[in-house]
């Protein structure tokens, strides 16, 4: 009997570990949904700017001029990199919620053999 609710505790603890990894990973998707709503924005004030209007990039304390092609292609490199993080998170979470269904049934497992096993011992106790 002390080896099931040993058992129970190390399941409970491995959820619990597993539902952390989760959460950090729903966090950094949402950082990434942001970055990405972002990077978009950027790419749609592109688009609105009309010839010869300047591009400035703030590096540090200082804004530089910066080329529109060059802009553009580091702004279409970020999207690009972001949509691969964001459907790398996706596939680490669906991944982190299998765990957890799983490791949710051996739970429920030995919680049953738990009580199989004590229910026994009551009824020979009360005899």
Do not use: C
Not at 14 to 21: P, V
Not at 27 to 52: C, I, M, P
Not at 97 to 120: C, H, S, T, Y
Request: glycine share 8%; no cysteine; aromatic share 4%.
């Amino acid at each position: 009997m002390a080896e099931v609710q040993a058992r129970l505790q190390s399941l409970s603890e491995e959820y619990t570990k597993l539902q952390q990894e989760l959460q950090a990973a729903v966090q950094s998707q949402q950082k990434l949904e942001a970055q990405g709503q972002e990077n978009t924005n950027v790419q749609k004030e592109f688009e609105r700017l009309k010839d010869g209007e300047n591009i400035y990039k703030l590096v540090g304390p200082v804004l530089l001029k910066q080329d529109k092609v060059e802009a553009e292609s580091t702004v279409n490199g970020r999207l690009e990199f972001i949509s691969k993080e964001m459907e790398r998170t996706e596939d680490q979470i669906k991944g982190i919620q299998d765990k957890l269904e799983k490791k949710k049934g051996e739970i429920i497992q030995a919680q049953a053999g738990l009580q199989a096993g004590g229910a026994p011992g009551k009824i020979a106790a009360k005899g």
